[in-house]
């Protein structure tokens, strides 16, 4: 993507309904190739899925329980790295490109750190899987997932770092092309080692773990050729224009990136650990639940990279010095967060059935995920308005409020709610699973609430 698509803003004598869809085609041309790249990461985990749904539910289920580990660990580093993004971002609106290089490499160092963090703390998860009353079966296969998910952790993070500095210049279709490549790699790999086809052990679900870190691999290379290669980044040599670490600069990353990384973490966390709950009612109930994760997940993915393009143009519109432009950015795109909501609703009501069937042909498996799904449904509007606003407030590099506001509504409202609705007769006859769905409607509504209150006193 080239530099028009952050340009400065209308000046205000274009009116103000020019200025907003001037603002709106801004954040189409850097959310809509960030949006293809979103999908096409999450691909990889809907390719597990389905694949591994339609081999086993076993398998299923642990895959499900493994990516319910590794997800609330990823987005948690990713956030913490995303706090290059607006970092270059607002330094390339205030002309400072001399900032650049010094804040990429700082981003690859804190990167080279979580690295060694996340893999082990998903090593030492797989001991303890049995604990969550999961059939042993399940248990060593997920565990089996996880071990070889492991592997592709040093490039996933690189990549995503690396994302910092194409992302923070404006240029979101290098990330888009990147993701694409994996989840081509990826899908051809899981068949072959799920099914050990050419001679190949037959390792179902664990061969989706192999075909994710295969593929997070390629893209990582791939990534470092284009840097390398690029003619758009001949200014922007990652080694000629190497930069030691530099303490007062990371932790001014850390700063920002830490409440991010958070925040998508308590979310995030919140549906892996009621996965966790959902164990001992059985391999199906968790797999329909699974099949509802991802769908929602994916259909997440648009207001996510709306959200993505929003803290992008914000923190721009700050680093050129328009905070009015920013302000009203900010504000007017709630609106199309609710247009997005209005599309999602009916899609997730009257599909259900038909987009659980695509990810297995259990019919007691579609059967709870069609049920779930009513849920997730109804709670589109505060998930996406949410998302829109905590994105806005990022912009403005202000983190440590909206990560109290998503820690009170997740941790502090939805998961009590939720265990209560589901295991207890406290407040209605035990529900379920649907307890925690319907907790999920209560924590999304709160957070909703409260970040668009922050967004516009802010």
Known sequence: MDEEHQPLPTRPSSGRLAQVLAEWKTLALLGGPIVVAQLAQMANGVIDTVMAGHYRAEDLAAVGIGTSLWSPLLLFFFGVLSAQQPTISGHRGAGETDQIMSVTWQGLYIAGASTVLMIALLLSAGPLLPLLGLGDETAAIAEGYLQAFVWGVPALLLTMSLRGLTDGLGHTRVIMVISLISALINLPLNYVLIYGEFGLPEMGGIGCGWATALSNTAAALIMLAYLHYSKHYRR????????????????????????IGASMFVEVSMFGVIALFLAPLGAVVVAGHQIVLNITAVVFMVPLSLGFALTLRVSFLMGAGTPDTARLLARTTLLLGLGIAMVHIPVLLFGREFLVSLYTSDPEVIAVGSRLLVFAAIFQLADI???????????????????????????????????????????????????????????LTCAGVLLITRLWRF
Do not use: E, N
């Open 385 to 443: 308005l949410q998302v829109t606003a905590i994105s806005a407030l990022r912009g403005y590099k202000d983190t440590r409020i909206p990560l109290g506001i998503m820690l009170l509504s997740f941790w502090g409202i939805c998961l009590p709610l939720g265990y209560v609705l589901t295991f207890t007769d406290w407040l209605v006859p035990a529900l379920g699973a649907s307890g925690f769905w319907l907790a999920l409607i209560v924590g």
């Open 236 to 259: 922007y040599h990652l080694i000629g224009d190497w930069v030691a670490p530099r303490w007062s600069r990371i932790q001014q990353l850390l700063r920002l990136g830490l409440p």
